[in-house]
């Protein structure tokens, strides 16, 4: 009987008010719509007065919103959505809430165009951020059904609920697809005949009850923000919080879950609420039907003030440009000036001509945080690794030394290459030593040393000098610290890149050129083109140090229902940087790799080709052929066993899908997998990452963390929601949808890396640094520069962008790995990192207030750079000055010098 009633709805007569059809189904008009457009140039359009709209991939994500008046109060049962199709078909949407209130004729991207903070939701918030399944909004996949020239979508009760409760404000209806080459539209509520309508079919059930949550809790507090912990009733549907009275915006709090402890977040709120000593808070709940329990209580302080620690450090307004600010407590020197000899900090550089690369006082190359002209004066923890550059001029040629008479001290001595870039001639890549080396009188012969201090170096001053043959003395005195840094990094720099290099001493000379900066490289050993039945599924061929190479061909030899892999040429091959070994004679002794790319990915073990029927859903697609997950799972249980036994459990393993495919290519993965796109995309890493979770379960002591490399977290439609990943986000979406990652690190654990490239040879190197604190201060814990190896050496007589790590072949065909000035910057980042962590520690401060500390001395507003979507990005910071970052660094360490510290630190 519902059947025919539905059918014999004149759709086109849609009324302007929510008309009453039957006794069970209501029609609910639409009263506002928009096509809200996420394209470059045009995120400040409105098409809410359009007769068309668009639904498009990620750049046409259509709001709507419903006059819901005739189902508040009731329950209902079933809801679904008709809109009439305009142009190409659409084969399927998500469907979500809408956490906060809009604007028909004002709501771009970029803004709700209401009053209030410029975004959705939150300062700088952008539409997907509460929508979507962010901001704890509901979302649900629905297929297209067409009939008729209509579409019809199955809507969620839930989702009705919310809307007649005012606890959203609409809908979000997000296209599957990704496919840009087509513009799928349907009709608006301007068209008259083809208005969308919202039909739902509501029960006579009696009201629910809504019960109190349990007593708040203050668990987290910042300087503007914090969080209430509940028990959650066993009866209602959503919370109302006012704080002063005042209500919390929807996008900061869950709907109820019954029986869990739920988190609300306290934010967003006007600075006269912040700012009262004293807050008020009532958590209400309410029913699916309206139902109001009484409230849930908290009386007291919900803010943080600074303390006053903090506020100490921010009072001390520092140098803003004098130098050499740790130099009192070494010793000032007293000699003459030297002549023909300059010095600058590692991270700094001038052109071949004498012209600063980057904002530099006039007067920096004898007036700097490390020199005066005289002397040098460098400040370090123990185990820490100091740098700096000597510009030598002068007449013939000189031999250089470094001598340190202390036992167990290190110093490495290289020569910067100059090469062209951007019309100029500007140091880049690092070459041994010449002895001896030339000078010029009216050019610059770049020595740059790294002094490695001892872990056990004792806290005091060293005395030392870089000797040249010519008779010059350059005195170099250390203060060593009384803290250590870690021998393990906290906040990893991994240098990523693609197919391993011929031979194993190849690959193990890479690595220890990145331990002694605190990083390591991580090279991906398979391609694209793996998909396909007999296709190659890895890239693990290198000549080991026998002689032999490594047995590609039995290592891929996987059959379907396997139980066990061959892992013995891959330990051969890199068994040393996995426990450590390789580095036993190293600074900072054995400290295995903390991040290494597994093989297991969609086409290894099994090419998934031979087993994936064509369904986009990859839930869906392997059903009839278990044995692909079967076997996957198997051989993932098996190599945590063997990294058990091997004693690898200190290094930090990656399950990475990297491959971008298509559906309709065989040779390809049907998803893309590396920065995905479509829905389906994101579902299949769910699936995937499912696989994982079965696989690692095995052997928990072995680290394998199932990595998602991703540009556009902000479309995950709930896809990857409660997954403790290691998501590796792209500059430009950490800056762009920063909230909605630091929500998912805090709601989820994800661990969050920033990937991006490093800065150009032209730019300056402290852009490095900036990046690096940027990313560090708002919870990351490490960067992703992209493709930092060049096997061709052509960087070592051109800037190249990417050639962190330089290959360079003797007259014999040997390789030596050269490196570039530009790796000595992530290492001072880093090693500013551990003391930044080291003060938080020891002060108690939270993140968000040495975040504050760190802006209180350095301007990192910045942008990032992309060629296009798809790009990296290159991280920019405008203000960037070299002397507010050595004021930081001398802050840091004047702050740490005046806070104890425990025995395990001296």
């Not at 079933?78 to 659409?90: D, F």
């Amino acid at each position: 009987m519902r059947r025919i009633l539905i059918r014999a709805l004149s759709w086109a007569a849609c009324a302007a008010f929510a008309g009453r059809l039957d006794a069970t189904t209501v029609e609910l008009p639409a009263t506002m719509d928009n096509s809200i457009v996420m394209v470059d140039g045009e995120w400040n359009d409105n098409a809410g007065g359009a007769g068309r709209i668009r639904i498009k991939g990620n750049q046409h994500i259509v709001a709507m919103a419903f006059d819901t008046s005739a189902v508040v109060g009731r329950r209902v049962e079933k809801a679904t959505l008709v809109c009439h199709q305009g142009a190409e078909t659409i084969a399927g949407v998500t469907i979500s809430t809408i956490a906060t209130p809009w604007d028909e004729h004002a709501s771009t991207a970029l803004t709700a165009g209401r009053d209030g903070p410029a975004g959705w939701g939150h300062p700088g918030g952008r539409f997907p951020a509460v929508c979507g399944g962010n901001a704890f909004t509901l979302v649900h996949r629905s297929a297209s059904q067409l009939r008729d020239g209509r579409y019809h979508w199955e809507v969620p009760p839930d989702m009705v609920h919310a809307l007649a409760l005012g606890i959203a404000h609409g809908l979000a209806i997000h296209e599957h697809d990704a496919d840009y080459g087509r513009n799928p539209t349907i009709f608006s509520r301007e068209q008259s005949g083809k208005k969308p309508v919202l039909i739902v079919e509501v029960g006579a059930g009696a009201d629910e009850t809504a019960e109190p949550a349990g007593r708040p809790t203050l668990v987290d507090s910042g300087l503007a923000s914090a969080v209430l912990e509940v028990t959650a009733p066993a009866h209602g549907f959503a919370y109302e919080v006012t704080v002063g009275g005042r209500r919390i915006g929807q996008h900061n709090v869950p709907l109820v879950r019954p029986g869990g402890v739920q988190r609300i977040l306290v934010r967003d709120l006007p600075a006269e609420v912040v700012g009262a000593e004293r807050h008020d808070v009532e958590i209400v709940t309410l029913s699916r039907t309206g139902a109001r329990s009484r409230p849930a209580t908290f009386t007291g302080a919900l803010f943080r003030r600074r303390p006053a620690s903090l506020e100490s450090a921010l009072g001390d307004t520092g140098a803003t440009d004098t130098r050499r600010l740790g130099w009192p407590r070494v010793a000032a020197a007293t000699g003459a000036a030297l002549s023909g000899i300059d010095v600058i900090p590692v991270t700094d550089k001038y052109d071949a001509s004498g012209a600063p690369v980057g904002e530099l006082p006039a007067d920096y190359r004898v007036d700097n945080a490390i020199f005066d002209g005289r002397e040098v004066g460098l400040q370090a923890a123990a185990g820490e690794v100091v740098g700096f550059q000597v510009l030598l001029r002068g007449a013939g040629a000189v031999s250089v030394v470094a001598p340190f008479r202390e036992t167990g001290w290190r110093v490495d001595l290289h020569e910067a290459r100059p090469v062209p870039a951007q019309g100029r001639l500007i140091p880049d890549p690092l070459v041994p030593l010449p002895t001896p080396l030339p000078l010029r009188p009216d050019a610059d012969a770049i020595v740059v040393a790294d002094v490695f201090v001892p872990f056990d170096a004792p806290a005091g001053i060293v005395h030392s000098a870089l000797v040249l043959s010519d008779g010059r003395r350059l005195p170099v005195t250390v203060e060593v610290l009384p803290w250590a840094l870690p021998r393990r990094a906290t906040f990893l720099c991994e240098m990523n890149s693609y197919g391993l290099p011929d031979r194993v001493e190849e690959y193990e000379s890479l690595q220890r050129v990145a331990y002694d900066h605190r990083t390591h490289v991580n090279i991906l050993h398979y391609s694209h083109g793996t998909a396909a039945p007999g296709a190659r599924k890895s890239q693990l061929d290198m000549r080991l140090r026998s002689g032999r190479r490594m047995d590609n061909r039995r290592y891929d030899a996987i059959e379907a229902g396997a139980k066990a892999g061959f892992w013995d040429d891959f330990a051969e091959a890199f068994g040393p940087v996995l426990d450590g070994s390789l580095f036993v004679d190293g600074h900072r002794g054995p400290v295995p790799v903390p991040g290494f790319y597994l093989t297991f990915h969609e086409s290894w073990p099994l090419n998934c080709r031979g087993y994936f029927d064509g369904n986009p859903d990859a839930y869906e697609a392997f059903r009839a052929t278990p044995e692909y997950a079967g076997t996957w799972v198997a051989i993932l249980e098996d190599f945590t066993r063997e990294a058990a036994r091997r004693g690898w459990t200190d290094a930090g393993f990656q399950v990475y899908l990297n491959n971008k495919g298509s559906l309709d290519d065989p040779k390809k993965s049907p998803w893309i997998l590396d920065e995905p796109t479509s829905f389906w995309d994101y579902r299949a890493l769910s699936y995937y990452g499912g696989l994982a979770d079965r696989g690692r379960a095995a052997v928990p002591d072995v680290r394998v963390d199932y990595r998602i490399d991703i540009s556009r977290p902000e479309f995950c439609r709930g896809q990857l929601d409660g997954r403790r990943d290691l998501w590796v986000v792209s500059s430009a979406a950490f800056a762009t949808h920063r909230r909605l990652v630091t929500d998912r690190m805090a709601a989820d654990g994800v661990e969050a890396w920033v990937y991006g490239t490093a800065n150009h040879v032209h730019e300056s190197n402290r852009t490095l640094e900036a990046w690096a604190l940027d990313a560090w201060t708002h919870g990351a814990s490490g960067l992703v520069p992209w493709q930092t190896v060049d096997k061709s050496g052509r960087a070592l007589t051109e800037a190249d962008q990417l050639g962190l790590f330089i290959f360079d072949r003797d007259a014999d065909g040997q390789t030596s790995v050269r490196h570039s000035l530009r790796l000595k910057a992530f290492r001072e980042a880093q090693q500013l990192i551990e003391h930044l962590a080291l003060l938080e520690r020891r002060l108690g401060w939270s993140r968000e207030e040495t975040r504050a500390f760190v802006r209180h001395h350095v301007d990192l507003a910045g942008s990032v750079a992309q060629a296009d979507a798809d790009d990296a990005g290159t991280p920019g910071f405008a203000a960037l000055s070299a002397t507010r970052l050595a004021t930081l660094r001398e802050a840091t360490l004047d702050l740490l010098r005046r806070s104890p510290g425990t025995a395990a630190e001296q």
